[in-house]
């Protein structure tokens, strides 16, 4: 009786730490939502899909985010829509070559990544000569 005894007050236990876990106040909800438009960008780094991708890796990377995978499609005239999985949660972008443009957004979890290098890589590959952004505080 005092072996099931043990099992059933452990398996109580549990129960209960997971219960105060999951009503845990000190995690917080917050993310970081960064949207671009880039425009007038050079026709060949949107046309080479393979350093496009490498340039864009490399901004994620450069953020601070982790990446978990990719997929991406291609439509006629060399437009990309790329996807990346990220640990802190996603990064894509959509190009449109016929317009020398292409949109990007990096949506990150927490506080430990940041846009402004994402910005930075992409505005010097891309050469783009006019840029939009924004930045959305999610929480």
Same mark, same amino acid.
């Given at each position: 009786m005092g072996f099931k005894r043990n099992i059933m007050l452990t398996m109580l236990i549990f129960c209960?730490?997971? =219960?105060?876990?999951? $009503?845990?106040?000190s995690y917080e909800f917050y993310g970081r939502h960064f949207i671009a438009s880039y425009r007038e960008c050079d026709a060949q780094a949107l046309e080479d899909i393979t350093s496009l991708l490498e340039a864009f890796a490399q901004a994620v990377?450069?953020?601070g985010a982790?990446? *978990?995978?990719?997929?991406?499609?291609?439509?006629? +005239? $060399? +437009?990309?829509?790329?996807?990346?999985? *990220?640990?802190?949660?996603?990064? !894509? =972008?959509? !190009?449109?070559?016929?317009? %020398?443009? %292409?949109?990007?957004? *990096?949506? !990150? %979890? +927490?506080? !430990?990544?940041?846009?402004?290098?994402?910005?930075? =890589? *992409?505005?010097?590959y891309l050469q783009a000569k006019k840029v939009t952004s924004e930045l959305c505080i999610r929480n």
């Open positions: 209960a730490q997971a =219960i105060v876990a999951d $009503n845990d106040d990377r450069a953020s982790t990446i *978990l995978s990719v997929d991406k499609a291609l439509f006629p +005239g $060399n +437009g990309l829509t790329a996807s990346f999985l *990220l640990s802190e949660s996603h990064a !894509t =972008i959509h !190009t449109y070559p016929e317009h %020398c443009a %292409c949109f990007v957004d *990096l949506f !990150t %979890c +927490g506080h !430990t990544c940041s846009h402004e290098q994402f910005d930075k =890589i *992409l505005t010097e």
